[in-house]
């Protein structure tokens, strides 16, 4: 039996899995209501008849992007996902698990750890773009592993993503992650095409 349940906000987007002893207490202190039961889950306490839950929804809204400011979104695979996992100097896409994210302005110049100032770059350009700024058209000019010169160029200015939009199709996508792997019950919940239109 999965131990974990698929917690919803009023609205009936994922929220976050919690562990059953969590979602017992959620339920017991009336913060959520279940949505899905275990299957043939049933239990007896104390001559009352309870169900282990899968899905379980709050009573109230959570505003999730209240409590998590955007310095608690900014994350390297954030990053990559607002890049559509493709470097922003030469285009190539790379696995979530395989690039590496360049300071644009170099920290050495000052250039901050933001939205705006952080790429997601494959290896080589990090790598030949070294700590080098930007010209004012975007471009630097290196050599390359053979001494030739190339033009490193930046596609597309890097912006600071709706905090809201990165929050929610971060939770969706760690939930269709987590859904593949745990319950296939939860794949209604999750579907992305439940989202209420903002
Ligand atoms: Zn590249």
Redesign the pocket.
Known sequence: MSKQVLLLNQHDLPLNVLKMKKAFNLIYKEKAEMVKEIPNSEFYHNGQRFSYPSVIRMKYFVNITKKQSLGDCYTKLNVWKRDKGK?Q??G?KMSSNKFTVDHVKPKMLGGKTKWDNIVT??F??NNLKDSKPLDANGKVTVKDENGKNRTISLRRKPITPDQAETIEQSIIHRFKTLEKVLNKEWMSFISPKKSPKK
């Open positions: 470097c100097y030469c190539k770059a494959c080589r350009c």
